[in-house]
C-alpha cells in the first residue's frame, strides 16, 4: 500500500523541513519545535508533552480502474496550546496549516510519486477546548501505482 510510504515521506521529510526552526508553545509554556507523528498521537504519559503536534492521517483510498492512479486522502491534524486568556489560540494552528498548504502547493509532486489534487479544505475545531486549539486540513493525492511485487517496499 503505497500511501502509507506517502504518510511516511510528509511526518519524516516534507513536514520538518517545512517548519525547520518554527517553533510554538509546549503545556510548560517553552518554545519548542513540533512534534509530528503518523496516524495516532502516542499515549499520554506525564513526562512526555505533544504539543505542538501535526498528526498525518491516512484517512482513505481508492483506485477507480487498472488505468488510473490510485487516490488517498489524508488529513493533517494540528494542535497547539496558549494560555492566553484572549482566547486566539486558533490563529497559531491556521498559522501551521497554511505554512503546510503554501508547501504543498508550491511543490504538487512530492518524492515523485504522489502529486497533490483538489480538493483541499480546512477546518477548525469550533468546541471550547481552550488552552488546546485544533485545526485540520483534508487533502487528496494522486499515489503512483506498483506494477510488480517487491517484498523490500516496505522495510
Known amino acids: 500500500m503505497v500511501p502509507i ?10 513536514l520538518p523541513k517545512i517548519f525547520e526552526g518554527t517553533k510554538f ?11 509530528f507523528y503518523k496516524q495516532y498521537l502516542p499515549k499520554k504519559k506525564k513526562d512526555i508533552d505533544i504539543f505542538p503536534f501535526v498528526n498525518v492521517i491516512l484517512l482513505d483510498g481508492e483506485e477507480q480502474s487498472k488505468d488510473t492512479a490510485n487516490t488517498a486522502h489524508i488529513l493533517f491534524m494540528v494542535g497547539v496550546y496558549d494560555e492566553d486568556e484572549n482566547n486566539q489560540g486558533y490563529q497559531d494552528s491556521i498559522i501551521i496549516l497554511n505554512k503546510i ?8 509532486l512530492f518524492d515523485s510519486k504522489y502529486v497533490i ?19 485540520a486540513l483534508e487533502t487528496n493525492w494522486e ?13
Open 143 to 155: 499515489v503512483a501505482k506498483v506494477l510488480q511485487t517487491n517484498e523490500n517496499l516496505y522495510s
Open 117 to 135: 489534487d483538489y480538493p483541499v479544505k480546512w477546518m477548525t475545531n469550533d468546541d471550547v477546548t481552550y488552552p488546546y486549539f485544533y485545526s
Open 5 to 14: 510510504l506517502l504518510q511516511k515521506h510528509l511526518v519524516d521529510e516534507v
Open 25 to 35: 508553545l509546549n503545556t510548560d509554556n517553552e518554545k519548542v519545535n513540533i512534534n
Open 101 to 108: 498548504y503554501q508547501h504543498l502547493r508550491e511543490k504538487e
